[in-house]
């Protein structure tokens, strides 16, 4: 974030713990995390697998309660948050529906909702040109390959214009290249969208490229071990990824991992 004077809160976590209970075994998921997140940042989770990042979405997401500590959304509950439809959500694996084309997969959230039909129709056209893909509007799902699936279901998330966009590891099935190239893309989305992200990953690099700020969680417990700035001016840019810059946050990164990876 440039000013502290600017930093509005927009998801509060106060000491938030997750335990799953099974008959055999309990899992402690998260342990004890506190963060705030502001309005407009871009932010990554970053850990590996079992450090807790999904838990700790979907309880942003009031998709599931912590067994401990409080956390605030936008200056109310994550309940009030989510009844009041300020969240889009894409998830690791498209999820699009095969038999509605690609339009009408945007235009669904907006149906369900009573926009009427032309006006739901002119703002998927809107966020198809937004993703790049109004020329496939009328395709279905399946003829799209997997980036494109992904970013059509960013087009969907944002179709209600959400105040906070969730994402869990969008592009991880995708190869190097075309990560690379959503993540422009992306980026590019969010300088005209401007709302909070809340960006899950795996891969260092790729938070580093995104974000405003990282928070990185160790597993076993999950924790948040450390919150590293990423001072790189935007818009970001190719280059930046050789840079001297990036080079010193991925060590700088790979060094808060409590015990290493
Ligand atoms: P990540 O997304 O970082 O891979 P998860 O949040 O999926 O991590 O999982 C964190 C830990 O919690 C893991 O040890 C996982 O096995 C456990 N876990 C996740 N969901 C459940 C569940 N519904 N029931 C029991 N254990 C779970
Ligand atoms: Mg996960």
């Given at each position: 974030m440039e000013a502290a004077a600017h930093?509005?809160?927009?998801?509060?976590?106060?000491?938030?713990?997750?335990?799953?209970?099974?008959?055999?075994?309990?899992?402690?998921a998260l342990q004890d995390v506190s963060l705030t997140i502001a309005k407009g940042e871009f932010v990554s989770l970053l850990g590996?697998?079992?450090?807790?990042?999904?838990?700790l979405l979907r309880i942003m997401a009031d998709l599931a309660e912590p067994t401990g500590g409080d956390l605030k959304v936008a200056g109310g509950s994550a309940r009030e948050?989510?009844?009041?439809?300020k969240y889009g959500i894409v998830f690791q694996s498209p999820v699009l529906y095969d038999w509605r084309r690609v339009k009408s997969n945007i235009t669904l959230p907006l149906e369900l909702k009573g926009v009427p039909r032309a006006e739901r129709n002119?703002?998927?056209?809107?966020?198809?040109?937004l993703v790049g893909l109004a020329k496939f509007a009328n395709h279905y799902p399946w003829q799209l390959s997997g980036g494109m699936q992904q970013r059509v279901a960013i087009a969907r998330a944002?179709?209600?214009?959400p105040e906070i966009l969730l994402m869990d590891e969008p592009f991880s099935a995708l190869d190097e290249f075309n990560r690379e190239r959503l993540n422009e893309e992306l980026l590019s989305i969010w300088s005209k969208v401007q709302n909070t992200v809340v960006f899950v990953t795996h891969s260092i690099p790729e938070a580093i490229f995104l974000s405003d700020r990282v928070f990185v969680l160790s597993p076993h417990p999950g924790r948040l071990s450390a919150v590293v700035d990423i001072p790189l001016p935007r818009p970001r840019t190719k280059e930046m990824r050789n840079s001297e810059e990036f080079f010193r946050l991925i060590a700088r990164i790979r060094d808060s991992f409590e015990g290493g990876v």
């Open positions: 930093f509005i809160p927009e998801i509060q976590l106060d000491h938030v713990t997750m335990e799953y209970e099974s008959d055999a075994a309990r899992v402690t590996p697998s079992g450090c807790g990042k999904t838990t948050a989510r009844l009041a439809q002119k703002r998927a056209m809107e966020l198809l040109e944002l179709a209600m214009e």
